[in-house]
């Protein structure tokens, strides 16, 4: 395949899908290590992205955690202008906006609506930035184009495609049902010039024999007059690659006989901290919705990140786990806080400048004697260290607004490369807590950790992901018009 010129002649294409979920993230993960290993400097971009679950990238801002793993899909640093907006929800009505990297600011869904226009140079300025340094652009839509009521002034589906004049492939959820419905019903409500941008679609997700589906294929193609790309069959690894949505947060994984508990509490951010220990043989990993008890048997409780920490220790205490949670230590159990979870665990949390609602101060779980103050300043750095009690080495990643101080922090969890101490240790050793997510990412680390609670692993985690992806790749090679969709992303001036 040959590289490109200019950066306006990039072959791009974009994917968007008949709705949430449909798997358009992954697909376009697979199609990025696909083309990479053809030969092509792919890059990944996705203009808007809605989720708390992000990564630090690169060069020190955050993006979405999908656009992340797509930059690994395509063996490739990671960019602030691979997500050049990010929606992180605070609540039911508010979010943070990160632009480019960086905190923008706080809004509601109509203030933002009204803010839209004036993000999309910048939206284009990102692309231009990478389509400046690829052969190819693989870009990831958000929702579905049919949500016809947000088409004014839309960055994130066909306001985009158009502004940037890319080319589009519809990717459908068959899992779901009704997928004729969800493609001919796109098609349908959409502009003439918007039915035109569309060049093809493909069905994802069969389970079982694909050729079944012919005639629907076919059904779709007449009533659309869009190509039909392909059928991809269910790939059964996908809940092995790190998740974005919190809807791909399932119930539980693993029979080992380590048993870790994690509350899902209502803004939870970063959960994929989780995904190596939900891989791993020797550990049972149990997710507990609200409503439900902490389990009387596990042996540690994880209290993962969220986007609202205060908020989120009200929901806790609401639904009685702050309760269970003294049982549990009290038991001998172990607690362990990440981010969120980790300035929960203190005695205090304070927000004077009123960051996540009200100002004032509320009392923490007080397992830790550490105190917390939210700031305004956010931090979003990679770390690198190593584990106090066993010396293992890790590497992760802060994105956390507040200082924690106390004299629990005399006893650090971690000693970063340039000595800081980090983290924080109970004077009995049972809690601990963290800033720095994706610690368990590190073998190293994750290994001696679960070793300390008389639990083995020889899991390869980063190896294992690449090898998915790999695999991934190959899967649609098998399936998909790949020759076709290049062929689209080549003639996007067309």
């Not at 960051?355 to 923490?364: L, M, N, Q, S």
Request: proline content about 4%; glycine content about 12%; some cysteine.
């Amino acid at each position: 395949m040959k590289r490109s010129g200019a950066q306006g002649n990039t072959p791009a294409l974009m994917v968007q899908g008949t709705g949430s979920n449909v798997g358009k993230s992954l697909i376009v993960a697979g199609l990025c290590r696909l083309f990479t290993n053809r030969g092509l400097r792919v890059r990944p971009f996705k203009p808007q992205n809605m989720s708390n679950n992000a990564a630090v990238t690169d060069d020190g801002g955050e993006i979405g955690r999908a656009q992340a793993l797509q930059a690994l899909g395509c063996r490739a640093p990671s960019s602030v202008h691979m997500n050049p907006v990010l929606l992180k929800p605070e609540t039911d009505t508010g979010a943070q906006v990160i632009v480019q990297g960086k905190r923008f600011g706080t809004m509601r869904a109509r203030e933002y609506g009204k803010q839209k226009n004036t993000l999309l140079p910048k939206v284009l300025d990102s692309f231009s930035t990478i389509a400046s340094e690829a052969d190819l652009v693989l870009v990831e839509g958000a929702g579905s184009p049919a949500e016809i009521n947000l088409r004014s002034g839309d960055i994130a589906n066909m306001g985009f495609a158009e502004a940037a004049n890319l080319p589009v492939v519809l990717c459908a959820d068959i899992d779901r049902g009704g997928v004729i419905a969800s493609v001919v019903g796109t098609h349908a409500v959409l502009e003439a010039d918007e039915q035109d941008r569309i060049k093809g679609f493909f069905i994802n997700r069969f389970r079982g024999d694909p050729s079944l589906f012919d005639d629907g294929m076919r059904e779709i193609a007449v009533r659309t007059g869009w190509r039909g790309l392909g059928v991809v069959p269910w790939f059964a690894d996908a809940g092995k690659l790190p998740a974005e949505d919190a809807l791909g947060l399932e119930d539980g994984f693993g029979e080992g006989s380590l048993k870790i508990v994690v509350p899902v509490i209502s803004r939870i951010a970063n959960f994929d901290d989780l995904d190596p220990l939900r891989l791993e043989p020797g550990v049972t990993l149990e997710l507990v919705h609200a409503g439900d008890p902490l389990p009387g048997d596990a042996d540690v409780v994880l209290l993962p990140g969220s986007k609202s920490t205060v908020g989120d220790l009200a929901f806790f205490r609401k639904q009685g786990w702050d309760i269970d949670l003294a049982a549990h230590y009290r038991r001998g159990g172990q607690v362990l806080g990440v981010c969120g979870g980790y300035q929960m665990l203190g005695k205090t949390i304070s927000d004077p400048d009123g960051i996540e609602g009200t100002p004032g101060t509320v009392d923490g779980l007080g397992l830790l004697d550490v105190d917390t103050v939210l700031t305004a300043e956010k931090s979003t750095v990679y770390a690198e260290g190593a584990h106090e009690g066993s010396g293992a080495e890790f590497s992760g990643y802060e994105i956390h607004i507040g200082r924690t101080t106390g004299a629990d922090c005399d006893r650090p969890m971690m000693r970063l490369k340039d000595g800081r101490a980090e983290g924080a240790v109970s004077a009995d050793g049972q809690v601990l807590g963290t800033y720095v997510h994706g610690l368990f990412t590190s073998d190293s680390f994750r290994s001696a950790y679960l070793a300390s609670l008389g639990a083995s692993s020889d899991l390869a985690y980063e190896r294992s992901i690449d090898r998915i992806l790999d695999d991934l790749a190959t899967h649609l090679e098998s399936v998909l018009d790949v020759e076709a969709m290049y062929d689209i992303a080549r003639h996007r001036s067309d």
